[in-house]
């Protein structure tokens, strides 16, 4: 290789067997497609190792060009330890994308766990490898990637039209020595060799199997199999803050209580808080509910020791109000990966326009961190809900955040916002992969000041027209692969 030459010698396994010390790259392939087509994926393998060969050092042997699980694994070695550790050293990655790659479990795995490993990199040097390569084997429709897979290129014009339209297996039955076919191999060939050349950081030991894929896709979340326990937690304004603001407020109608508050036309009971207990119970859970106070995180943090996740209910117009700023702004710079926010967009609240964008623009400034996770399909914080989308929406909140607690395996990310192991938007490596082929109520009442990004004198507490006469909580929702 120009200017660094690979290590020469293999090292001893952990199970008996030998292992290269930096492959020049891993190759990644669906076991489905090796039994179908062997030939075939012999072929391609064996012919890009040999134009590799030939275009870095004559020294090198082909056997320490590449990792190849079928040839390089042993009697009674561990798989997915040998796999790990090869992730983790080998230079570049080639994966074979087909409709089946994208069903395995273990592709998926392989996959983002390399994608982590150029990710990590990229923030420890501020140099980004373009170390993970693929190659069309078989045309796979769009609707079956996953966001993060369509961030990388996959073809290039000098690999040729009929590659980017049919795959290189149809090159390869067609015409396995055919100048199509050898051109998408020297193409390969020289990105394995250009990216080898920028050595990629190693990564250390890890439980491949615990990695969390970004595919297969998952198919839509359905309502948790087993009843649990809901923590609402709930911050809004009091009817009792109209006489001292003189008014009415945008958010809602509001009572005596924060749980009184109604941010949807009419403004009928249910209130916001008892319809989400409905919603709740409907699904087969049970819930309580309290008000937001200083005592937040470690509820929320008791709540996830006891198996129960949690539920915020945010009044977009208190939230940066001197009675909810600190306790809101105390979650938001924490890890509470088990419990869900919600920020409703109210009947009355202004349309598009200064007054609104000052009122989104506060909240964002109490929310910074988790702002940025507003369109994440894990639908843990969701903001501007409409009346129309509330129910769905919290249902597929509470199921998410259910299933991540069940979730036994290990979390590679929530606590960086993705940096470590490929969770997280990146939006660096190359364009979308080609042909892998409120409702209007009537005027809302008076408008007061919106929720304010930083700390400073505020009008107090809400307002709001709708006193109740019941001052007491309710506590239950039930009162009103193959590799």
Not at 417 to 440: K, R, S, Y
């Amino acid at each position: 290789m120009l200017g660094m030459k690979p290590a020469p010698s293999a090292a001893p396994s952990r199970s008996g067997g030998t292992v290269l010390v930096q492959p020049y790259f891993f190759f990644s392939y669906a076991r489905r497609d090796f039994e179908a087509e062997d030939a075939f994926v012999d072929q391609f393998f064996n012919d890009l190792r040999d134009v590799l060969c030939r275009i870095v050092e004559p020294a090198v042997r082909a056997d320490e060009l590449a990792y190849r699980d079928t040839e390089q694994l042993r009697l009674g070695d561990e798989w997915a330890a040998q796999l790990a550790r090869m992730l983790g050293r080998s230079r570049t990655m080639v994966a074979l994308y087909s409709p089946a790659y994208f069903d395995s479990l273990y592709c998926g795995k392989e996959w983002t766990a390399f994608r982590g490993r150029i990710r990590r990199h990229h923030e420890d040097t501020g140099e980004l490898v373009p170390a993970l390569i693929p190659v069309l084997w078989e045309p796979v429709e769009p609707g079956r990637l996953a966001d993060e897979v369509t961030k990388i290129q996959w073809a290039q014009p000098d690999m040729g039209d009929a590659y980017a339209r049919l795959g290189l297996r149809a090159l390869l039955r067609t015409g396995p020595q055919s100048e199509a076919y050898r051109q998408v191999v020297k193409v390969v060939a020289e990105r394995i060799r250009d990216a080898a050349l920028r050595r990629l950081g190693e990564l250390p030991e890890f439980d491949l199997g615990a990695v969390r894929g970004y595919f297969p896709v998952a198919p839509a979340v359905q309502p948790a199999p087993t009843a649990g326990m809901v923590r609402l937690f709930i911050a809004a304004g009091k009817a009792s803050d109209a006489a001292a603001e003189g008014g009415f407020h945008a958010g809602g109608w509001y009572g005596a209580r924060p749980w009184h508050w109604a941010p949807y036309h009419p403004p009928t009971q249910p209130s916001l808080a008892v319809r989400a207990q409905q919603v709740i119970t409907a699904a087969g859970h049970t819930t309580t509910l309290e008000e937001i106070d200083a005592g937040l995180g470690e509820k929320l943090d008791q709540a996830r020791e006891d198996n129960q996740v949690s539920v915020l209910l945010v009044d977009p117009w208190m939230a940066g109000s001197d009675r909810y700023r600190s306790a809101l702004r105390g979650y938001d710079d924490q890890n509470h990966p088990v419990t869900g926010v919600m920020l409703p967009s109210g009947s009355g609240d202004p349309a598009a326009g200064p007054e609104r964008d000052a009122l989104w623009h506060g909240v964002r400034g109490v929310f910074r961190r988790n702002w940025l996770r507003r369109s994440d399909p894990e639908h843990l914080f969701r903001v501007q809900v409409n009346r129309d989308n509330f129910d769905s929406d919290l249902t597929i909140m509470v199921t998410v955040a259910q299933n991540k607690l069940m979730d036994d395996n290990f979390d590679w990310g929530d606590d960086d916002g993705g940096a470590a192991f490929g969770f997280g938007p990146d939006g660096t490596n190359g364009p979308v992969m080609p042909g892998l082929a409120i409702p209007a109520g009537p005027p809302g009442p008076r408008r007061s000041t919106p929720a304010r990004p930083e700390p400073r004198p505020g009008p107090g507490e809400l307002p709001g027209p709708r006193p109740s006469r019941d001052d007491a909580a309710p506590l239950r929702g039930d009162q009103d692969d193959d590799h």
